[in-house]
């Protein structure tokens, strides 16, 4: 079929202004299937990564948004006795909005010589040592540096926090770079926030081999008579948990995605069927010629292929482009999920696009295939 592109490009390009609206609105239907599709590959690389990484998080029972947790400091230690605990991690947490937010701002406070083995990251801007020797230095995670405009040596302030920002960092794992880490102490003794000697929640890292929810209810146990009980759950459960109602909402965003499909159909089904009633006279000459009706069918799949995939090319690299320049992310209760670019984002996008294309074609294909010659060649 490759020797009859030009011809087909040229029937495209003859009736243009219905060529480039089909392709505009079938761009702009896989660009929001990639919106949606980006926020899903979020969801799921965060759930995988925590997984993968086995920690667990002790939280105030009863508890949800940040604000209102506060452990005491010191279970660390007794955690820490316990076997298969390689180390716990004491976090505070303060972020500006604790419900669902494209704008987030999320500080975590830890102790810094903690920070370089509880988190995997490398700076891209600023000096390490400037963080440690600074109480009131924060390194900052380059997404939220680019949607804040954040530079190194400035000073960074949301709500009743304020920090110096000593490095950017940057990670594989997306969602990180949606953070801010300043010192533990700093943040417990921010203006307003007298909370020395608590913390928002614990971070557990465990042993290879270790059951978590095991571990977990072992955890709650101990403290089950305490002055302050705990929840305790694997850091992906209890992120999946703080999102709540958002986690809902971005499983049925797949149904956006699917309208989206349908769009892509309707616009390519319609086109094509369009192209093949102004052309039956044309069809019924080609036969007349020699092409076989298979030929023809070819043909009007072709043409219906390469206007989707047209439309899905523009829609699929404008989203690809603006996911990665923006930086979008989601968040509630101090967790975000960043909108993932990816290859098979892409690539999905693109299948999407051609099977749309095929779909589309086969009903109009056929009918022009089927044309029967003489009542064609007599239409005026």
């Known amino acids: 079929m490759f020797k009859f592109l ?39 690389d965060l759930r995988q990564r925590q997984e993968a990484k086995g920690s667990l998080i002790v ?24 076997d298969g605990v390689q180390e716990v991690v004491p976090i505070q947490v303060f972020t500006n909005n604790c419900r669902a937010s494209l704008d987030v701002v999320v500080f975590y406070g830890v102790p810094p010589e903690k920070l370089q083995t509880a ?23 380059q997404a939220v540096a680019a949607r804040r405009d954040i530079q190194v040596g400035e000073n960074f302030s949301n709500g009743d926090v304020s920090v110096n920002v000593a490095g950017i960092f940057q990670s594989d794992d997306p969602a990180e770079e949606n953070y ?63 999102l709540g109602d958002l986690t809902q909402l971005i499983d049925m965003a797949q149904y956006l995605g699917y ?32 092409f076989s009706g298979p030929r023809v069918f070819r ?19 404008a989203a690809i482009v603006v996911l990665k320049i923006s930086t979008l992310s989601v968040g509630a209760e101090a967790v975000t999920i960043a909108f ?10 693109m299948i999407v696009a051609t099977v749309s294309g095929l779909l589309a074609g086969i009903a ?10 003489v009542p064609a060649l007599r239409q005026a």
């Not at 557990?204 to 008579?225: N, P, S």
């Not at 993932?340 to 996008?349: F, V």
Request: aromatic share 8%; proline share 3%; glycine share 8%.
């Open 340 to 349: 993932t670019p990816s290859m098979r984002l892409a690539a999905i996008g």
């Open 59 to 82: 939280f105030q029972a009863n508890k949800f948004c940040p604000a209102t947790s506060h452990l005491p400091q010191d279970y660390d230690q007794k955690i820490s006795s316990l």
């Open 6 to 44: 030009p011809y087909i490009l040229k029937t495209l390009w003859r009736h243009r202004s219905r060529t480039i609206l089909t392709v505009t609105g079938s761009a702009v239907a896989l660009f929001v299937f990639c919106f949606v599709g980006a926020v899903q590959e979020g969801m799921r």
């Open 119 to 141: 988190r995997d990251f490398e700076l891209v801007a600023g000096d390490w040592s400037e963080f440690e020797l600074n109480q009131d230095a924060a390194v900052v995670g």
């Open 180 to 242: 801010i880490y300043s010192h533990l102490e700093f943040l417990q003794r921010s203006k307003g926030m007298d909370l020395v000697g608590t913390v928002t929640q614990l971070e557990i890292l465990l042993a290879a081999g270790v059951d978590q929810l095991a571990k977990c209810e072992e955890i709650d146990e101990m403290f089950r008579g305490g002055p302050i009980e705990t929840d305790t759950r694997p850091k992906g459960a209890f992120q999946v948990q703080s």
């Open 364 to 373: 109009p294909a056929l009918h022009a295939a089927r044309t029967a010659i």
């Open 259 to 290: 309208a989206c499909v349908g769009l892509v159909l309707s616009l390519v089904a319609t086109t094509t069927v369009m192209s093949v009633q102004d052309r039956i006279k044309e069809h019924a000459v080609l036969q007349t010629i020699g």
């Open 299 to 317: 043909l009007v799949m072709t043409e219906s292929v390469i206007l989707s995939m047209l439309g899905g090319a523009f829609g699929v690299g």
